[in-house]
């Protein structure tokens, strides 16, 4: 990863932590279990691409 494409990296894994402290808390308040088997799939897909972008910071890419 460039110099200039860490701070984005960066800002972007905040973002994503965010939303998924987020999804984690709305998910405590459904009852539906379709909904709350796509909020879980949304979480999981967040949590992928945050890992990734992780990985990538911690290879200096």
Same mark, same amino acid.
């Given at each position: $990863?460039?110099? %200039? $494409?860490?701070p984005?990296a #960066?800002?972007? $894994?905040?973002?994503?932590?965010q939303? %998924?402290n987020?999804?984690?808390?709305?998910?405590?308040k459904m009852?539906d279990p379709?909904?709350?088997?796509?909020?879980?799939?949304? %979480? #999981?897909?967040?949590?992928?691409?945050?890992?990734i972008?992780?990985?990538?910071?911690? $290879?200096g890419?």
């Amino acid at each position: $990863m460039s110099d %200039i $494409m860490k701070p984005v990296a #960066g800002n972007k $894994m905040v973002e994503l932590r965010q939303e %998924i402290n987020d999804l984690r808390a709305a998910l405590k308040k459904m009852d539906d279990p379709e909904q709350i088997a796509a909020t879980k799939k949304e %979480i #999981g897909e967040k949590e992928t691409y945050y890992n990734i972008l992780a990985d990538k910071q911690r $290879m200096g890419r």
